[in-house]
């Protein structure tokens, strides 16, 4: 059973581009989360999301940013004209369930704005 | 808002040798995870604890969540290099009414062999 996969691994992007970050969850996961790891800051939650649904988008920036989890295929975050701001690490965690199920983590795509 | 304080913040311990990472939370938890991180990969789970008091152990890592669920701490016995990494608390608000989880700050352990 494979784990959480995230791509790219790596994004460089200039100042003004845009990101698409990708996440297929677990296989048998329906709740995908994303997370931002800044440097020399801890990890904070930004979105929760169930397939075609946004539940809960209280840490996500309120311009710029906006997260997909479609019928098919993986669940995408997007940000829009990238500022240095930007650059991190971004997490991806899927859940079969809700509650107090485990969080499972993929490796993270970082994101660097030159 | 709920925060996570983990302590030490960083540790370097000689291989062989048992340590205790702590975190504290400001408010009840309803449910608290450790995570190890290492440097520029995701996050492994370890263990959730849920209940006052419980306890949990996995080889050599012990974890425990106090009475009034606020602080929990994780043990590690007779430690070794592969243990080196960063270690994370995250939990869930209580209330349970939402599945954000909110992480502390992280406790960096380094083991010299």
């Known amino acids: 059973n494979a784990g959480v996969m995230q791509n790219p691994r790596h994004l460089v992007r200039r100042r003004g581009q845009e990101a698409r970050l990708r996440c297929s969850p677990m296989?048998?996961?329906?709740?995908v989360y994303w997370y931002r790891q800044l440097p020399e800051e801890g990890l904070k939650f930004m979105v929760y999301?169930?397939?075609?649904?946004?539940?809960?988008e209280s840490g996500m920036p309120k311009e710029r940013f906006s997260a997909e989890f479609p019928k098919e295929g993986p669940s995408i975050l997007r940000i829009q004209q990238v500022v240095r701001g930007d650059s991190a690490a971004y997490f991806c965690a899927s859940s079969p369930l809700t509650g107090t199920d485990t969080q499972y983590f993929g490796p993270g795509t970082r994101l660097t704005v030159l | 808002s709920q925060e996570l304080e983990q302590s030490p913040q960083s540790l370097i311990v000689q291989e062989g040798k048992n340590l205790t990472i702590n975190c504290t939370s400001s408010?009840?938890?309803?449910?608290l995870y450790w995570y190890k991180q290492k440097y520029g990969e995701g996050l492994i789970f370890l263990m959730m604890l849920q209940k006052g008091g419980e306890e949990k152990s996995h080889e050599k890592i012990t974890a425990k969540l106090d009475e009034k669920k606020q602080q929990s701490s994780l043990h590690i016995t007779a430690s070794q290099p592969s243990h080196a990494g960063i270690y994370l608390c995250g939990a869930l608000p209580a209330g349970g009414a939402t599945n954000k989880l909110i992480f502390g700050t992280g406790t960096l352990l380094a083991v010299q062999p």
């Open positions: 408010k009840t938890l309803y449910g």
């Open positions: 296989k048998g996961h329906s709740h």
């Open positions: 999301l169930q397939k075609e649904n946004i539940i809960d």
